[in-house]
């Protein structure tokens, strides 16, 4: 998916985001931002902002749907490019067409995972599918660290099995929970878990201690450590917790996606879809990617023009990490 905003929240810009500190749960809104066109699909951003770059090396989330692909016109992303990350697709309902510069053509599905690696530079197209009515799934993308952003390029597909346990469902697409682990690869330690509940159940996870988690809340209620999470809500925990507890407090089914991995301490530049280091790499993989070098590939069988880059701004875009901790005495 590619990044319509310029300047996205968090990048000194002066956006507006918010951030609600309840007992021990930070809670993040999300903001809704167009895909682009005439009938542009509508997406909900909670990841980046102001007052949160990163949970874990996650750093991007898109949230979408149900989109009504009759209404909108579903997603139609011609190729673009991405640098220094890895996608990560996952889907409720519909489908999407996956292409890239990779060679790889696959079908991002529900409960099924897309995992894409962009390192030095990589391009791609997602297009959904003509029998897909309803669109419904999230967008993440994963922050490569300073030793590995200019990874190959890769494409990892992998349909993790349901965990039942009473009262919900759980499938982990990466790291490991409830004692099974994904074998897909990252290069940072990463969780990453589709979680649903029925009416009234909780469930409570052992998780790692030196891991930071968000949820977001796709529907239903979800009461997080006794903190309540509404759709389209994320709830953030800091480092420290051996377990989480999740609760569906609401009169239908629940579902929401867990993520977590250990603090992420570098500094990165995001400019549309691009992370570097500095506004140089960032100026340098925009000029690659105008002058259709070899550096992003092309791809192949997309039935249109691909995305030219926007503009870049008038002035030099500076390095963003996470806020520092609040103090005791703030909290």
Not at 42 to 51: E, G, I, K, N, S
Not at 119 to 131: A, L, V
Not at 275 to 281: M, N, P, T, V, W
Not at 297 to 321: H, Q, S
Request: net charge negative.
């Amino acid at each position: 998916m590619s990044n319509t905003e310029i300047r996205p929240a968090g990048s000194n810009d002066g956006t507006p985001s918010e951030s609600v500190s309840r007992p021990g749960i930070e809670v993040l809104t999300a903001r809704d931002v167009p895909l682009g066109g005439p009938r542009a699909m509508t997406v909900r951003r909670t990841l980046p902002q102001r007052a949160r770059t990163f949970i874990g090396a996650w750093c991007f989330a898109d949230h979408y749907g149900p989109d009504d692909v009759a209404r909108t016109g579903g997603m139609d992303v011609a190729p673009h490019p991405h640098t220094g990350l890895q996608t990560v697709s996952w889907l409720f309902s519909g489908e999407i067409e996956h292409r890239d510069s990779l060679g790889s053509h696959a079908f991002v599905r529900p409960g099924e995972l897309n995992l894409m690696t962009g390192g030095r530079g990589i391009s791609h197209s997602e297009t959904s599918t003509p029998r897909t009515t309803v669109l419904h799934g999230v967008q993440l993308w994963v922050a490569l660290p300073q030793e590995h952003r200019h990874a190959d390029r890769d494409f990892q597909h992998y349909v993790p099995s349901p965990v039942e346990r009473e009262g919900g469902e759980v499938r982990v697409f990466l790291g490991s929970l409830v004692g099974d682990t994904s074998p897909v690869r990252t290069f940072t330690p990463l969780l990453g878990a589709e979680i649903s509940l029925r009416p009234g159940a909780g469930l409570t996870f052992d998780v790692d201690t030196g891991f930071e988690h968000g949820v977001i809340v796709d529907s239903g209620d979800i009461r997080m450590d006794g903190t309540t999470l509404r759709p389209a809500e994320l709830g953030y925990a800091a480092p420290g917790r051996a377990t989480i507890t999740l609760t569906n407090v609401s009169d239908e089914d629940a579902r929401l996606i867990l993520l977590g991995g250990p603090p992420f301490r570098e500094e990165i530049v995001m400019w549309w879809n691009f992370i570097g280091r500095s506004h140089e790499d960032i100026v340098q993989a925009r000029e690659a990617w105008q002058a259709e070098s070899d550096r992003f590939g092309r791809v192949e069988g997309y039935p249109g023009d691909r995305l030219p880059a926007p503009a870049l701004p008038n002035a030099v875009i500076t390095p963003r990490k996470n806020p520092a901790p609040p103090t005791k005495e703030s909290r």
